[in-house]
């Protein structure tokens, strides 16, 4: 990965991560930059809890990308453990040179660590370019996704 690092994201790190949460159409209209409250509040369940995963890539002490790894057993597929991968997110002047490769190859990396037998993810039916770029790491848009804001 070269001057790139993929680490544990800090307190310290929300308002790059938010920013970036924020950074699109879609992100635009549920992220709040201005008010870091409840992102600190989701920061310390994620931490408490073994199972989920959120990460920084930082490039010369600078926060350049994220996502958020979720390990879950389960009784299907014979007992298997799966992962989801959620808040993919590349800063905007990184994007286009491999970074969010970089992150999904650490993700799919960390599940055969935690011994996971499959990795999945749901993308937004507007964000195309996401779907070209997972179907080219290899992801196959075998379901459908349904979704119930409570």
């Known amino acids: 990965m ?24 879609l992100g635009a209209q549920r992220e709040s930059p201005d008010d870091l409250t409840p992102y600190r509040a989701a920061l310390d ?12 890539a930082v490039r010369e002490g600078r926060v350049v990308g994220t996502l958020q ?36 190859e650490w993700a799919i990396d960390e599940s055969r660590r935690q011994d996971c ?3 999945q993810l749901t993308s937004d039916n507007s964000r195309t370019d996401a779907h070209r770029f997972y179907d080219r790491l290899g992801f196959e848009a ?3 996704g349904f979704k119930l804001p409570l």
């Open 2 to 25: 070269g001057d790139l690092e993929i680490r544990a994201a800090a307190a310290d790190d929300l308002a790059a991560i938010v920013d970036m949460l924020a950074d699109d159409p």
């Open 45 to 56: 369940r994620l931490s408490a809890d073994p199972n989920q995963h959120l990460v920084v």
């Open 69 to 104: 790894l979720t390990v879950i057993p389960g009784l299907s597929r014979r007992g298997s453990t799966r992962s989801i991968i959620e808040g993919v997110r590349v800063h905007a002047d990184e994007r286009g040179n491999g970074l969010g490769a970089q992150l999904i």
């Open 117 to 119: 037998q499959l990795v």
């Open 142 to 144: 075998s379901h459908t």
